[in-house]
T-cell receptor
């Protein structure tokens, strides 16, 4: 069966520091991969999605970037974190043929 | 782009009663409508979904209905139990074989009163 892993679960970072969140999927090949952000008390906002290695699409302009160095690895990065980057970050994967998406456990990021 | 509205934002029901959460969408091209359950501190879990070629789908105590003409869909939970307490999100997308992201509603906090 397929599983999705995200780490770390919780992260506290100072303003201006870099960020790297990692997501990996097991049990499938060539998945579609997604990064979402969830602000407190609000819904999920799509940040990036990828249909293959090195292929990244961005949905909203922001201080973040994403990369997909391997088929089942998706990384969310920032060179300098802002206070507004705080939130709950969720990675998701989908089989591609149909738009079903399965989410990881999330990373709670606090920028202080 | 797609816009999804979800109501109510908070719903409190007595254990054993039914709960209904409603969503509307704006893009008539959307054809895939999943529902997610999110418990505190966890990622959303897909609980049921429906495609535009059907009007209703059931899975034990959970059902989803879709009205394409009115562009709204609803989640129905019967015989609610304490473990149903969570935040529920509806979403919509066009499932054309691409990597289209889901557009989510803002969520409904369902509280099951004992």
């Amino acid at each position: 069966s397929q599983t999705i892993h995200q780490w770390p679960a919780t992260l506290v970072q100072p303003v201006g520091s870099p960020l790297s969140l990692e997501c990996t999927v097991e049990g499938t090949s060539n998945p579609n991969l997604y990064w979402y952000r969830q602000a407190a008390g609000r819904g999920l906002q799509l940040l990036f999605y990828s249909v293959g290695i090195g292929q990244i699409s961005s949905e909203v302009p922001q201080n973040l970037s994403a990369s997909r160095p391997q088929d089942r690895q998706f990384i969310l990065s920032s060179k300098k974190l802002l206070l507004s980057d705080s939130g709950f970050y969720l990675c998701a994967w989908g089989p591609g043929a149909v738009n079903i998406q399965y989410f990881g456990a999330g990373t709670r990021l606090s920028v202080l | 782009g797609e816009n999804v509205e979800q109501h109510p934002s908070t719903l409190s029901v007595q254990e054993g009663d039914s709960a209904v959460i409603k969503c509307t969408y704006s893009d008539s091209a959307s054809n895939y409508f999943p529902w997610y359950k999110q418990e505190l501190g966890k990622g959303p879990q897909l609980i049921i979904d429906i495609r535009s070629n059907v009007g209703e789908k059931k899975d034990q105590r959970i059902a989803v209905t879709l009205n394409k003409t009115a562009k709204h869909f609803s989640l129905h939970i019967t015989e609610t139990q304490p473990e149903d307490s969570a935040v529920y999100f509806c979403a919509a997308s066009y499932s054309g074989g691409g990597a289209d992201g889901l557009t989510f509603g803002k969520g409904t906090h369902l509280i099951i009163q004992p």
